[in-house]
């Protein structure tokens, strides 16, 4: 304790300085983290990548089998030779098949060149939700025209392997095998990209919870 004149006392102020040869131990500060718009799931982008990469091969031979599918044969009724000339353009059902798979290519190989420009460039591959929305749009509209497209080429591959029951119309595959089985064939590949066209709306939806914000 001090005085000074006036008679008041103070206290005397004063700092410890630690001992010589003492350590000091500094704690790390923790620093703010900042969040992007990455998903939780670091490996989504590739399966993302290979569900695109294997609907745009389905859809290709989709449209190279069934555009292949040609055949000419004879059908013998009562003794009676028909010739048969099997093409795929005769059938609205199966021009109907190639257009939608032909435009589920293109947009299949469009969004692949997507990811590969900002691959490139090192940006994020979805950047906004809105943008993210409509990638989700595109994949159900194609997703569904896929399924309308198989459904109905379906449905006149089985009539020209059965026949029709109740008529004399005979069954068609039997002279023109080929014809049939790679429209088979293309049908199935076609349910194929349908598929993982819709697996890639579920990548969407996904991706859709771990964007923040935008």
């Known amino acids: 304790m001090g005085s000074?004149?006036?008679g008041r006392s103070v206290s005397a102020v004063g700092m410890q300085m630690p001992p010589a040869g003492s350590k000091m131990?500094?704690?790390p500060v923790a620093l703010p983290v900042t969040t992007s718009p990455v998903p939780r799931w670091p490996r989504l982008g590739v399966i993302m990548v290979a569900t695109r990469a294997a609907?745009?091969?389905?859809?290709?031979?989709?449209?190279?089998?069934?555009?292949?599918?040609?055949?000419?044969?004879?059908?013998?009724?009562f003794g009676i030779e028909i010739p048969l000339h099997a093409n795929w353009s005769f059938s609205y059902s199966l021009q109907f098949l190639v257009g939608m798979s032909a435009a589920s290519a293109a947009y299949s190989l469009a969004h692949l060149l997507l990811i590969?420009?900002?691959?490139?460039?090192?940006v994020p591959m979805?950047?906004?939700?809105?943008?993210?929305?409509?990638?989700f749009a595109g994949d159900q509209v194609f997703s569904l025209a896929m399924m309308s497209a198989g459904s109905a080429a379906a449905a006149v591959s089985n009539l020209n392997r059965t026949g029709?029951?109740?008529?004399a119309l005979p069954n068609f595959c039997k002279p023109l095998?080929?014809?049939?089985d790679l429209s088979a064939a293309s049908i199935a590949c076609a349910f194929l990209s349908c598929a993982f066209l819709a697996a890639s709306a579920v990548i969407d939806v996904i991706w859709l919870s771990s964007l923040r914000g935008e």
């Open 126 to 135: 979805f950047s906004s939700r809105r943008q993210t929305w409509l990638l």
């Open 25 to 27: 131990v500094l704690e």
């Open 177 to 180: 095998p080929r014809f049939c």
């Open 55 to 77: 609907a745009l091969v389905m859809a290709l031979l989709s449209v190279s089998l069934m555009v292949s599918s040609k055949q000419q044969g004879i059908l013998t009724i």
């Open 4 to 6: 000074i004149g006036n």
């Open 116 to 122: 590969a420009h900002k691959a490139v460039k090192k």
């Open 164 to 167: 029709i029951q109740h008529t």
